[in-house]
């Protein structure tokens, strides 16, 4: 009965914008808004329940994800793809969706392309061992932004290889090392995403570290005061983009 009643307020909101859209934007606008409300909004409402689907590179930790959501063994863990099908978990409150592996064999993956406009949000596997740099997940990462499907990059953290017989000294260097190689790692993917994502949400210690960087007072939250000139940098580059993509409106619109 909750479902239902939000389902309707959101169809209510989007009768308003098309009403809106009528009103007070070009022909152009309104085809456009129009045709994303119609094929992009209003058929995810048809669907009972928010689907959720885990989706990445073989191997980088997406049935271990799966298992630990549903707190139970149904996906198989495997060094090679193993899902051919698409596999649905209801729990409860929202569909969840195990899909083959991004670079799987083609008539697998075209199986959850064709699922992709069904899903309500993708859970995007990326492990810190080597496959965050594939040019596979970047690929299908930019198809999804061009799809304006919405994504949440998972960063599957492997362990360090610190052993019990390490010096406390090694252990730590160990650990500050591991630490370096997430920061790094997080800092390509936003790198990557910047030239292609009009949006991109970023969460946690790293969100107050850009707001610090913007100039923003955020008290006592938590910070990666060592990053900042990193957030500062990036910012300078998204920045550079926007103007460079100004400068090309302006520039085809006085040809």
């Keep these: 009965m909750k479902n239902e009643s939000i389902v309707y ?5 989007v009768s308003e914008l098309k009403e809106y859209l009528v009103t007070n934007s070009s022909q152009e606008n309104r085809k456009n808004g129009e045709s994303t409300l119609n094929n992009e909004v209003l058929p995810l409402l ?11 590179i073989y191997n980088s930790g997406k049935s271990t994800l799966i298992n630990s959501i549903l707190k139970k063994d149904v996906a198989q863990m495997a060094d090679r793809p193993m899902t051919d099908s698409i596999d649905q978990y209801d729990q409860g409150n929202f569909i969840l969706i195990d899909s ?20 309500h949000v993708i859970l995007f596997v990326m492990s810190t061992q080597g496959g965050f740099e594939s040019r596979y997940n970047y690929e299908k990462m930019y198809e999804l932004i061009k799809q ?10 492997r362990a360090t290889a610190i052993s019990k017989n390490d010096t406390k000294a090694e252990q730590n260097r160990k650990k500050q090392l591991h630490e370096q ?16 994502a009009d949006k ?20 006592k939250s938590l910070c990666e005061n060592d990053k900042l000139d990193l957030a500062k ?10 103007l460079d993509l100004i400068k090309e409106e302006n520039t085809s619109e006085t040809n």
Excluded: Q, W
Excluded at 200 to 219: P, R
């Design 9 to 13: 307020e959101i169809k209510s909101i």
């Design 46 to 56: 048809e669907f009972e329940k928010p689907r959720v689907m885990v989706y990445g």
């Design 100 to 119: 083959p592996g991004v670079d799987a064999p083609i008539e697998h993956e075209k199986v959850t392309t064709e699922f992709l406009s069904k899903c």
């Design 148 to 157: 304006r499907v919405p994504f949440i990059i998972v960063l599957n953290e």
């Design 181 to 196: 190689e997430i920061k790094d790692i997080k800092k390509k993917v936003i790198e990557n995403l910047i030239k292609k």
């Design 200 to 219: 991109i949400l970023i969460g946690g210690g790293m969100m107050f570290t850009f707001l610090k960087a913007m100039g923003h007072n955020i008290g």
């Design 233 to 242: 940098e990036l910012l300078e580059k998204i920045k550079k983009l926007f």
